[in-house]
């Protein structure tokens, strides 16, 4: 079972109108929180805070050296919107995740975008002042824009890099919650407790800037985590917006669902009294169940081999659904790892397959790189 709720407008209690209107284009707010019972007792719940534009259009970065109109921005963050006109970036994703998502357990998760560490990921036309950074790598098939790229003189290109070992702490909340129209005081964004979410068993959030190109820029900013209400000894899994995040909504009234469909019950906050102390009884004890991993798709690495210098890399992708899955490997390795590609296997269904590489591996060797860069 898995509640979803929607509240459109809420920041009615920060702001006297919630779309705001100015010459060239308006601003919308909308918020929105899933929470979903998972087959190991646990509990993932996803917040989405999204503010469009609209009618904004993506900087061609061939205007970059032209005076930009100056940006008045009442719900979209500023300085958010400086950076992405400053480098003319047309897509942009960043999210920050504590631990390993356990896909087995858990399934996909609500937001996609859950490796470990930092990711950061964008979109950006090719102006005439291309500085590539070889920190990043592009990526193409792996993150394929979510939204429109604008039909410039240039292509677009996507720069990728990744920071796993960067940790995300509670000082990581306050300039996420800065970036909200409302930071933490009304809304969804009041069960945001850091206290409680960072000491979840996997917590992580992000950022994500996309163009829609019938709608206008769109930011939205996520916070995922997984909980754990479960009481061994009473085999009790029942939990309540105070348990998992030691706070409600004080801003509704009756908890009575908007609209109960098959699986899950939807809540409209605009028309909910508050607080809102959403919670979930099961009338039966639980008890682990074992079966088929909730992901049908799983990934498995193995490094192999007897010593440093000879190493091995295994890479396992099974898909244990019926369904045909198209799928995208990317690694990233540090650079001191030299892969030698020509000694690539690959098995389908354990038959040898000819592995033909694109584009042909071009760094071979320390000193090749060197040269490289
Ligand atoms: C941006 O650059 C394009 C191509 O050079 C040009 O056609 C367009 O008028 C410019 N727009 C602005 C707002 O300067
Ligand atoms: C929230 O709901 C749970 C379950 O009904 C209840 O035990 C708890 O006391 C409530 N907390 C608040 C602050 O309303």
Not at 152 to 167: G, I, K, Q, Y
Not at 203 to 218: E, I, S
Not at 327 to 343: D, G, K, Q, R, S
Request: with cysteine; glycine share 6%; hydrophobic share 40%.
């Amino acid at each position: 079972m898995a509640l979803h709720w929607k509240s459109c407008f809420i920041l009615s209690l920060c702001f006297p109108l919630l779309a705001f209107s100015r010459s060239s284009s308006s601003e919308t707010f909308d918020e929105e929180l899933t929470v979903r019972a998972m087959r190991d007792g646990k509990v993932a719940s996803r917040f989405s805070f999204s503010t469009l534009l609209e009618g904004a259009t993506p900087r061609n970065p061939q205007n970059l050296s032209t005076e930009d109109d100056s940006q008045h921005y009442t719900l979209f963050p500023l300085t958010l919107g400086q950076i992405l006109r400053e480098y003319a970036v047309t897509e942009l994703h960043l999210t920050l995740n504590a631990g390993k998502w356990d896909y087995e357990r858990w399934g996909y998760p609500d937001e996609p975008d859950v490796g470990t560490g930092a990711e950061l990921w964008a979109w950006m036309g090719e102006g005439g002042s291309t500085t590539v950074d070889l920190r990043t790598t592009s990526p193409v098939l792996a993150f394929a824009p979510q939204g429109g790229l604008p039909d410039w003189e240039h292509p677009h290109a996507v720069r990728h890099a990744s920071l796993p070992s960067e940790h995300v702490c509670t000082e990581n909340l306050t300039p996420f919650l800065k970036l909200l129209p409302c930071k933490a005081r009304a809304g969804i964004a009041r069960l945001l407790n850091p206290h409680r979410l960072f000491d979840a068993d996997w917590h992580g959030m992000g950022l994500h800037v996309v163009w829609l190109p019938d709608a206008g820029m769109q930011v939205r900013l996520t916070f995922q985590s997984v909980a754990d209400p479960l009481r061994p000894a009473s085999h009790r899994r029942d939990w309540s917006f105070a348990s998992i995040f030691d706070r409600t909504i004080d801003t509704t009234l009756s908890p009575q669902p908007a609209s109960l469909e098959a699986d899950h019950a939807v809540f409209d906050l605009a028309q909910q009294d508050l607080p809102l102390n959403v919670s979930m009884r099961w009338d039966v004890p639980f008890l682990h169940a074992a079966g088929a991993s909730e992901a049908p798709l799983s990934v498995r690495r193995t490094l192999l081999g007897p010593t440093q210098d000879y190493g091995m890399l295994a890479v396992s992708i099974l898909n244990a659904g019926p369904a045909t899955v198209r799928a995208a490997y990317l690694e990233t390795m540090p650079w001191i790892v030299t892969f030698y590609l020509h000694t690539l296997v690959l098995r389908v269904d354990g038959e040898l397959r000819r592995a033909s590489l694109f584009p042909p591996p071009l760094l071979y060797s320390l000193h090749s790189l060197r040269s490289y860069t």
